[in-house]
């Protein structure tokens, strides 16, 4: 019996099929999530190591070619590319699509593990990392300010902006580009060090040694407990410049005689601008199977309520929105 004979020979059930299918439609639909792309795990596999201090040529040499050479041999690869570049080895393996991601990945972190006796000691532990198709942001907000610094705009930019919008539903992430940190800079003065015959080592022997906050344990009464904390961080310039680098029978050197400590930016490499001003930016990335549009309209009313706590110099703006071109597509 065709569909035709059954809808005129049995209407009732015919019309009572009909509204199944719908009900399931509706449910199903409900449930869809709303996203750019569909979700596809790309078998690409990241392995990046960083070495601070080292130019590209000594990154190249001691760990990109050690990792290259034991990555290789690892079946169903399609492409192995590296960089590097000063302080930093990135590796991208990307394998066929017939490979399993977890599988490569695990290959990947095994041959990871037997290079690492090659590499230098003081070079960090390498980061093996999956391709994620959920990773890329779907929403870019500013803070900028004609009148502020970006040390101050990266301090509102986390207690506030960050803060308020990772507590949205179905949010993975906030990450901040452009931030700057606060940081104490140590400048040495190379002639007075050569005075002194003081080297750079002999300054981080010395911050290693004086600048640490050991546990002290507690003194216990009667009737009483009490924790004990040393105050061994330095906090101020000041506390820096009287840093004894060495002490002997004949003289004391501080670190104010050979330089100067100053409170600054950690970075002063990175910088984010719009319009020629100085910003610094927060980027929303979801969780994976999440709905962006939610999330966009969410984030849409936690900055408008933003900016009216603000102080009124602060602009908060949306720089870019990824869901638009989802509402549009579904529109």
Same mark, same amino acid.
């Given at each position: 019996?065709?569909?035709?004979?059954?809808?005129? &020979?049995?209407?009732?059930?015919?019309?009572?099929?009909?509204?199944?299918?719908? +009900?399931?439609?509706?449910?199903?639909?409900?449930?869809?999530?709303?996203?750019?792309? %569909?979700?596809?795990?790309?078998?690409?596999?990241?392995?990046?190591?960083?070495?601070?201090?080292?130019?590209?040529?000594?990154?190249?040499?001691? +760990?990109?070619?050690?990792?290259?050479?034991?990555?290789?041999?690892?079946?169903?690869?399609?492409?192995?590319?590296?960089?590097?570049?000063?302080?930093?080895?990135?590796?991208?393996?990307?394998?066929?699509?017939?490979?399993?991601?977890?599988?490569?990945?695990?290959?990947?972190? *095994?041959?990871?593990?037997?290079?690492?006796?090659?590499?230098?000691?003081? @070079? *960090? =532990?390498?980061?093996?990392?999956?391709?994620? @198709?959920?990773?890329?942001?779907?929403?870019?907000?500013?803070?900028?300010?004609?009148?502020?610094?970006?040390?101050?705009?990266?301090? +509102?930019?986390?207690?506030?902006?960050?803060?308020?919008?990772?507590?949205?539903?179905?949010?993975?992430?906030?990450?901040?580009?452009?931030?700057?940190?606060?940081?104490?800079?140590?400048?040495?003065? =190379?002639?007075?060090?050569?005075?002194? &015959?003081?080297?750079?080592?002999?300054?981080?022997?010395?911050?290693?040694?004086?600048?640490?906050?050991?546990? @002290?344990?507690?003194?216990?009464?009667?009737?009483?407990?009490?924790?004990?904390?040393?105050?061994?961080?330095?906090?101020?310039?000041?506390?820096?410049?009287?840093?004894?680098?060495?002490?002997?029978?004949?003289?004391?050197?501080?670190?104010?005689?050979?330089?100067?400590?100053?409170?600054?930016?950690? &970075?002063?490499?990175?910088?984010?601008?719009?319009?020629?001003? =100085?910003?610094?930016?927060?980027?929303?990335?979801?969780? %994976?199977?999440?709905?962006?549009?939610?999330?966009? &309209?969410?984030?849409?009313?936690?900055?408008?309520?933003?900016?009216?706590?603000? =102080?009124? *110099?602060?602009?908060?703006?949306?720089?870019?929105?990824?869901?638009?071109?989802?509402?549009?597509?579904?529109?």
């Amino acid at each position: 019996m065709t569909l035709s004979e059954l809808s005129i &020979n049995r209407p009732v059930l015919a019309t009572v099929l009909v509204l199944i299918i719908i +009900i399931f439609g509706v449910i199903g639909y409900t449930s869809l999530a709303v996203r750019e792309y %569909p979700n596809v795990d790309n078998p690409i596999i990241t392995v990046s190591v960083g070495y601070p201090g080292a130019n590209a040529e000594v990154i190249e040499n001691q +760990i990109t070619e050690p990792l290259e050479q034991n990555i290789n041999g690892i079946p169903g690869i399609r492409s192995l590319m590296s960089q590097s570049s000063q302080g930093n080895s990135r590796i991208t393996v990307e394998f066929e699509l017939s490979v399993d991601l977890e599988t490569a990945a695990n290959d990947v972190r *095994d041959k990871v593990s037997r290079a690492m006796r090659y590499l230098p000691r003081d @070079a *960090d =532990p390498p980061t093996v990392a999956k391709a994620d @198709a959920d990773a890329d942001p779907i929403m870019q907000v500013t803070v900028e300010s004609p009148t502020r610094s970006l040390l101050q705009l990266s301090e +509102i930019a986390e207690l506030t902006v960050k803060e308020r919008l990772q507590t949205i539903s179905n949010v993975s992430a906030v990450e901040i580009w452009g931030e700057n940190r606060y940081s104490m800079r140590l400048w040495l003065d =190379p002639v007075r060090m050569a005075s002194y &015959n003081i080297t750079p080592m002999d300054v981080k022997n010395a911050l290693d040694r004086e600048n640490i906050e050991l546990p @002290a344990g507690s003194i216990e009464g009667d009737h009483i407990e009490q924790s004990i904390r040393t105050m061994g961080l330095m906090q101020t310039p000041e506390e820096f410049n009287n840093m004894v680098i060495i002490e002997d029978d004949y003289r004391i050197v501080r670190f104010g005689d050979i330089g100067t400590a100053e409170l600054d930016t950690e &970075n002063r490499k990175n910088i984010l601008r719009r319009n020629g001003i =100085p910003m610094v930016s927060c980027v929303i990335i979801p969780q %994976p199977g999440a709905n962006q549009i939610v999330i966009a &309209n969410e984030a849409a009313l936690r900055i408008d309520q933003m900016r009216k706590d603000l =102080p009124e *110099d602060i602009k908060l703006d949306v720089a870019f929105d990824n869901t638009r071109f989802i509402r549009a597509s579904i529109s």
